[in-house]
């Protein structure tokens, strides 16, 4: 079975700083990888998804991340934030093997912008 | 517009009660989820159906139900044998059940046991 690690439970970052969300994956081969974001008390959103190919995915509110196979990661990656970013954002891996898509979630990280 | 919808927004239950929560989509969609989320625990699968008048147990169904008698409609039923029920529940579909489709997620419904 697939699992997924959020090492950062809380980040703070600065408006126009740059940020970075870890995630690690464990898997028996390589796996279907989504990064989702949720603003307080609403459902999620999908940013970005990995399924093969290029490496480095693009997505909406641009937000970027990184597929490494030797470091079994999945890091989010924004140049500069917005107060706007301040969310809760949860990265997922799906199994590739399994007769339905099943996702294994994060804990999620918090992100705080500061003026 | 296209999209899940879910209600109530807030519930609250008293204990012994059972409780159902609304799921629908309009988005045609074949496969339903349903997740609880907790402080610090991510999203974990109760329930979820990949197609109409069929569902299956996720890793946390104990003290809940669900049925599929609709595509557009999958309702979940908090019962009385649910010993900590009070959570954040999210309701999501996909096009199909398989892993590249992606799942979207309605709004949520918070329910609290009094």
């Known amino acids: 079975a697939q699992s997924v690690t959020q090492p950062d439970i809380h980040i703070t970052v600065s408006e126009g700083a740059s940020l970075e969300l870890r995630c690690n994956y464990s898997?028996?081969?390589?796996?279907?990888l989504f990064w989702y974001v949720q603003s307080p008390g609403q459902g999620l959103q999908l940013l970005l998804k990995?399924?093969?190919?290029?490496?480095l995915v693009q997505g909406i509110k641009g937000f970027e991340a990184e597929f490494k196979r030797s470091q079994s990661s999945f890091n989010l990656r924004k140049p500069s934030v917005h107060w706007s970013d301040a969310a809760e954002y949860f990265c997922a891996v799906g199994a590739t093997t399994d007769s339905w898509g099943k996702l294994q979630f994060g804990a999620g990280t918090q992100v705080v912008v500061t003026p | 517009d296209g999209g899940i919808t879910q209600s109530p927004k807030y519930l609250f239950r008293k204990e012994g009660q059972n409780v159902t929560l609304s799921c629908e989509q309009n988005l045609n969609h074949d496969a339903m989820y349903w997740y609880r989320q907790d402080p610090g625990q991510g999203l974990r699968l109760i329930y979820y159906?990949?197609?109409?008048?069929?569902?299956q147990k996720g890793d946390i169904a104990e003290g809940y139900s669900v049925s599929r008698e609709k595509k557009e409609s999958f309702p979940l039923t908090v019962t009385s044998a649910q010993k900590n029920p009070t959570a954040f529940y999210l309701c999501?579909?996909?096009?199909?059940?398989?892993?590249?489709?992606?799942?979207?997620f309605g709004p949520g419904t918070r329910l609290t046991v009094l």
């Open positions: 999501a579909s996909s096009l199909s059940s398989t892993s590249t489709d992606t799942q979207y």
């Open positions: 990995y399924f093969s190919g290029d490496t």
């Open positions: 898997y028996g081969a390589t796996p279907y």
């Open positions: 159906s990949q197609i109409v008048n069929d569902f």
